[in-house]
C-alpha cells in the first residue's frame, strides 16, 4: 500500500532534519540557483553602469564643444564690443567736454564757447559746429557742454588750452574772471566704456598701483611707474595686465561711476558732472544726448 500524505510529510519533515540532507539540497539546488541569480544581477547592473559612462562621456564631449563654443563667441562678442567702442569714440575725435562754465536762461552757448576761446588765447570763431548742454536742468548747477568744432586742430588747440585756466596768463571777461575761470574743465568726450576705464585707471592710480593714467584725443594712456613707457588702455583687461589686477572693475567702483556717469539721459550730465582734480577729467552721459541733438556720436 501507497503512504499516505501525511505520512510523506513526517518522512520529508524527519528527512530535513538531518544535516547531511540540509547540506546536500544547499550544495545542489539553493546555493546554485542564488549565484545563478547574483551573476544575472551583477551583469545587468554592469551593463547598466557601462551604459551610463558612455551616456556621460558623449553628455561630456556635447558639453565641451559647448563650452569651446562659448569661449569662442565670448571671445568674438568682447572683440566686437571693444571695435564698436572704438567707432564710437573716433566718432567723438572732434568734441570736447567743457564743465563748470555758468549757465544762463537764453544763453548762446555758442557765443560763451568763443568767449572762453578768447580768455584761453584760442579763437574758435566760426570753427563750432555745434555746442549744446547736456542733462536735464539742475537748479544752481551748471550742465556741462559738448563741443564739436569743425577741424581737429582746432580742437586740439582748445584743449590744450586748459591748463591756461589756471594760469596768470588768463585773459578774464566779464563773464569769465579768473575766478570762474579756475572751475571750468575742458575734456575729451568719452564713451560710457571709456570713461569707466579711465574712472578705474583713477582709483588705481589713488591707491599708488599706477604712476599715470589720462585720456589723450580720446586714447586711454597709463604709466605703471615713473619712466615707463606709455601703454594704450583699450579695456578693462589691459588696465590689469599693467598692474596684476582683475580686469573687471569691483561692484562698488562700477556703481560709483554709473552713478557718476548715468547710463541714460540723467547721471552726471544732468547733475553737472563729476571732476577730477588731476586734469578735469569729467564723467557725463554724452552718448544718448548727442543722438538726440544730431552729433551723431
Known amino acids: 500500500m501507497a503512504p499516505s500524505a501525511s505520512e510523506l510529510t513526517e518522512a520529508i519533515v524527519e528527512a530535513l532534519q538531518s544535516p547531511q540532507i540540509r547540506e546536500g539540497l544547499l550544495d545542489a539546488v539553493i546555493r546554485p540557483a542564488v549565484d545563478e541569480a547574483v551573476k544575472r544581477a551583477v551583469a545587468a547592473n554592469n551593463e547598466e553602469i557601462a551604459r551610463l559612462v558612455q551616456q556621460q562621456a558623449e553628455q561630456q564631449a556635447k558639453i565641451d564643444g559647448l563650452e569651446a563654443q562659448v569661449t569662442k563667441l ?20 572732434g568734441c570736447v567736454i567743457v564743465s563748470g562754465l555758468p549757465e544762463q536762461a537764453n544763453e548762446s552757448v555758442g557765443e560763451k564757447i568763443e568767449e572762453l576761446g578768447r580768455v584761453v588765447g584760442v579763437g574758435p570763431h566760426g570753427e563750432i559746429d555745434v ?6 536742468l539742475a537748479p544752481g548747477r551748471a550742465r556741462p557742454i559738448i563741443v564739436r568744432l569743425r577741424s581737429f586742430e582746432k580742437r586740439q588747440e582748445l584743449y590744450a588750452a586748459r591748463r591756461k585756466l589756471r594760469s596768470t596768463g588768463l585773459v578774464p571777461s566779464a563773464l569769465i574772471t579768473s575766478a570762474v575761470a579756475s572751475k571750468i574743465f575742458i575734456s575729451d568726450s568719452l564713451t560710457k566704456t571709456n570713461q569707466d576705464i579711465l574712472y578705474r585707471g583713477r582709483q588705481l592710480k ?20 615713473d ?25 562698488s567702483l562700477a ?6 556717469g548715468g547710463s541714460g539721459s540723467g547721471g552726471a550730465a544732468a547733475a553737472g558732472g563729476r571732476e577730477d582734480a588731476d586734469d578735469g577729467f569729467t564723467l557725463v552721459d554724452t552718448g544718448s544726448q548727442c543722438q538726440k541733438s544730431g552729433l551723431g556720436i
Request: net charge positive; aromatic share 6%.
Open 74 to 93: 565670448t571671445a568674438l562678442v568682447t572683440e566686437q564690443a571693444q571695435c564698436l567702442n572704438e567707432l564710437d569714440q573716433y566718432g567723438r575725435k
Open 131 to 136: 555746442a549744446h548742454r547736456l542733462g536735464r
Open 206 to 225: 589713488k591707491d599708488g598701483r599706477l604712476w599715470a593714467v589720462w585720456s589723450d584725443a580720446g586714447k586711454l594712456k597709463a604709466k605703471a611707474r
Open 227 to 251: 619712466g615707463d613707457p606709455t601703454t594704450v588702455i583699450r579695456s578693462f583687461a589691459d588696465l590689469a595686465r599693467l598692474v596684476g589686477d582683475d580686469p573687471v572693475p569691483p561692484p
Open 255 to 260: 556703481g560709483a561711476a554709473a552713478a557718476a
